[in-house]
C-alpha cells in the first residue's frame, strides 16, 4: 500500500512519463481506495526484498506513507496451511 503525497503528484506524474522510475517489477494493475484515491495498493514481484527495496527506494518520495507486505500464490498458501493442520 502507498499513499500519494498529493503536493507531489506533479512531479510523480512526470518522474512516471519519463522513464525515472521503473516499473518493471509490477504486476498487473494498480487499485486505488475509492474513499481515498491517494491509496493504491499495487504488487511487486522481485527476487528478494532487498531487490525489492532497491527499486521500490525512488518511488518513496512521492509516497506520504507506505506499508510492504509480502504475499504468497494461493496455492502455496494452502499448501502450508494444510501442513499446519497435520
Same mark, same amino acid.
Given at each position: +500500500? ?10 510523480? $506524474?512526470? &518522474? ?11 504486476? $498487473?494493475e494498480?487499485?486505488c ?6 491509496? $493504491?495498493?499495487?504488487?511487486?514481484? &522481485? ?9 521500490? &527506494? ?13 504475499? +504468497?500464490?494461493?496455492?502455496? &498458501? +494452502?499448501?502450508?496451511? +494444510?501442513?499446519?493442520?497435520?
Amino acid at each position: +500500500m502507498a499513499k500519494l503525497d498529493i503536493h507531489r503528484l506533479k512531479e510523480f $506524474g512526470l &518522474a512516471l512519463q519519463s522513464g525515472e522510475l521503473d516499473n518493471s517489477c509490477i504486476r $498487473g494493475e494498480t487499485h486505488c481506495l475509492r474513499e481515498d484515491p491517494a491509496v $493504491g495498493y499495487f504488487l511487486w514481484e &522481485a527476487e528478494n526484498r532487498e531487490v525489492f527495496e532497491e527499486r521500490f &527506494a525512488p518511488w518513496r518520495r512521492f509516497c506520504a506513507e507506505s506499508q510492504v507486505s509480502e504475499v +504468497m500464490p494461493a496455492e502455496e &498458501a +494452502m499448501g502450508l496451511l +494444510m501442513s499446519a493442520r497435520r
